[in-house]
């Protein structure tokens, strides 16, 4: 909880950066369960219905800025190899300093921990 807690409340991401980083990493993982949940935060975060469902498209045939770009292309790497690569770190330390790139593995190793679990233990979406 004390991960959870941090990557929701104190991350150095804003809450915009941070949907983007959960919707990708619950595209990823085909997470529905987090997806759901994390459409509506990533509109009250900043994020445009049209943004949310081009989370899902590749992210060279998208219009994302380059900061956000490079969100998504670390989801990606962390989901396909677990590490950010080389190239990609790159491009993550032109936009975020230091602590705003752990957190940003934080983030998404932590939704990919709970879309481990609950596709594991088919955890039941709420229906409110």
Known sequence: MPLRNHVVAASS???RQRELLILRTAHNCEA?????????RGLLAGLTQMEIDRVKKAVSASDWRADEAALLNAADDCHRAYRISD????EVTRHFNP????????????YMTLALIIKTFDVPMEHD
């Open 87 to 90: 190239i990609t770190l790159l």
């Open 13 to 15: 991401l804003s809450p």
């Open 99 to 110: 602590r705003q790139q752990l957190d940003i593995a934080v983030t998404v190793g932590m």
């Open 32 to 40: 529905d369960y987090e997806w759901r949940h994390h459409v509506s």
